[in-house]
């Protein structure tokens, strides 16, 4: 079975700061793939980037970046230059390739002050 | 329209009634999956929908009884439930199967009294 941990339940930065957000899994599956979700506050959850398990380049999204360490099953994610509009629940969750069981983490919510 | 819509926004039941839970996808996705998600837990897959088959549940109580009549729309009926089940209920949508890239709807605010 796989699992999503999210060690961080809350987190702030400063605007204009640099936030990492930390996030460890466990999988039996060599095929599948990793995400960061955001859930701003009374709005949908968006996907914010994704990595391919068998690519070693971590995945970049503008302010928004990772660092995938495949063996110790680390998937942090970091953001650069904080905003305001960056405050939000953000869930780390995978997904083995070929099945459609999406798991998440717990959430970490992110403070960004100004 | 937005892409994935949730009617309704905020629903309160008593433990006897009967109602139901929308979700429409203007996307063109073949996959709709429903998600609980309650306060201080991880989010939780309930259903999942490929090509309007159910391919996943989730070890689901009976009194959930998800519908899916077509690729574009999904439903969550909802009888007899209990208090613990006051949650916000996600619908998401995805056009490829094991990718895990989900589109979600804002949710459907459910409390039961």
């Known amino acids: 079975a796989q699992t999503v941990t999210q060690s961080q339940p809350e987190m702030s930065v400063q605007e204009a700061e640099t936030v990492t957000l930390s996030c460890t899994y466990d999988?039996?599956?060599?095929?599948?793939?990793l995400f960061w979700y955001k859930q701003p506050p009374s709005r949908q959850m968006i996907l914010v980037i994704r990595?391919?398990?068998?690519?070693?380049q971590n995945a970049t999204e503008n302010r928004f970046s990772v660092n995938f360490q495949k063996a110790a099953k680390s998937f942090s994610l970091k953001i650069s230059d904080s905003q305001l509009g960056d405050a939000a629940m953000y869930f780390c969750a995978c997904v083995s390739g070929g099945y459609n069981k999406l798991i998440f983490g717990a959430g970490t919510r992110l403070a960004v002050h100004p | 329209e937005t892409g994935v819509t949730q009617t309704p926004r905020h629903l309160v039941m008593g433990m006897t009634n009967k109602k139901s839970l929308k979700c429409e996808q203007h996307l063109g996705h073949n996959a709709m999956y429903w998600y609980k998600q309650s306060a201080k837990k991880p989010l939780e897959l309930m259903f999942v929908y490929n090509f309007k088959e159910q391919t996943e549940n989730n070890s689901v109580p009976s009194r959930f009884s998800p519908e899916c009549p077509n690729s574009s729309h999904l439903f969550l009926h909802l009888h007899t439930l209990q208090p613990e089940d006051s949650a916000l209920y996600l619908c998401a949508s995805s056009q490829d199967f094991g990718t895990g890239e989900l589109f979600f709807g804002e949710g459907s605010r459910l409390t039961v009294l």
């Open positions: 999988t039996s599956e060599s095929d599948y793939y």
């Open positions: 990595q391919e398990a068998y690519k070693q």
